[in-house]
């Protein structure tokens, strides 16, 4: 199976390391659009018609599924680019709320939703998990957070001042929804920072738990070969990639 990964920028790559770590793919096409990115302060029509030309970009390759590892695009665009699509647009949203539910929390525990603005403005994870009964939903717009891991700073003073920023007031999480591909390289520190460790559910675990759900994949023998693109600064982009999977 070949498969497409789209991401407003070099978030994506943290879930393109679960697609490989999987080993359920042959072929995966990233597509970065570091020209643009961040999508996450941007409204709702942006984000589509980025999304929209994005899928231009993926015509070049015969790919099988997209998968949009951004949660800002997952929030927004899927109607649209599954309509203008000839292969399944999946994304990562769904996978999310299906690995909470598959967790071992409760309907009554505490769910912490950090995200982008346009992601927590969008509330597709909320009604998602009001649909499901949870009855404890705790959604942060985080953005702040965004920045800090781009510049490497996965620890430390400055993050733990953000940190107490957006979290002096709430309650301790049983979950924390990690709604933003950029989120996962402060795990570490987000489980630190509250007393009982929360559970994190992390886009990239998710949406290969949701792919084998879903789809009829099987193990490949090699790991599958990764090709990346961006908007800008490709070679930029391919160095991150290098750094985050060791490729
Ligand atoms: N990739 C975005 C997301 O997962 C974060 C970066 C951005 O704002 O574009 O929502």
Redesign the pocket.
């Known amino acids: 199976m070949k498969i497409g990964v789209f991401?407003?920028?070099a978030?994506?790559l943290s879930v393109v390391k679960s697609l490989l770590a999987s080993n359920l793919f042959d072929e995966v096409i990233y597509y970065g659009d570091t020209a643009r990115?961040?999508?996450?302060p941007k409204d709702k029509n942006t984000i589509i018609r980025y999304s929209l030309e994005a899928l231009e970009f993926f015509n070049n390759f015969d790919i099988d599924l997209l998968i949009t590892a951004?949660?800002?695009v997952s929030a927004y665009a899927l109607p649209e680019m599954n309509a203008q699509s000839k292969y399944p647009v999946v994304g990562v949203i769904e996978a999310g709320v299906m690995a909470l539910e598959n967790s071992i929390v409760e309907k009554d525990d505490t769910i912490l939703i950090i995200?982008?603005r346009a992601?927590i403005s969008s509330k597709r994870y909320q009604e998602s998990l009001e649909k499901l009964n949870y009855s404890h939903i705790i959604a942060l717009q985080t953005g702040l957070f965004?920045p800090l891991v781009e510049e490497g700073i996965f620890e430390g003073e400055i993050l733990e001042a953000t940190m107490n920023h957006y979290f002096s007031n709430i309650e301790p999480p049983k979950a924390i929804i990690l709604g933003?591909?950029?989120f996962p390289l402060i795990g570490d520190a987000l489980q630190k920072y509250f007393d009982k460790k929360p559970l994190l559910i992390h886009s990239g675990e998710a949406i290969v738990e949701y792919l084998e759900a879903h789809y009829k994949l099987s193990i490949q023998k090699n790991r599958a070969e990764l090709k990346i693109f961006a908007s800008d600064n490709v070679a930029g982009l391919r160095k991150i990639a290098k750094y985050w999977l060791g490729t």
């Not at 990115?37 to 996450?40: D, L, W």
């Open positions: 991401d407003s920028g978030g994506g990115v961040p999508y996450g951004c949660n800002t995200a982008t992601t965004v933003c591909t950029h």
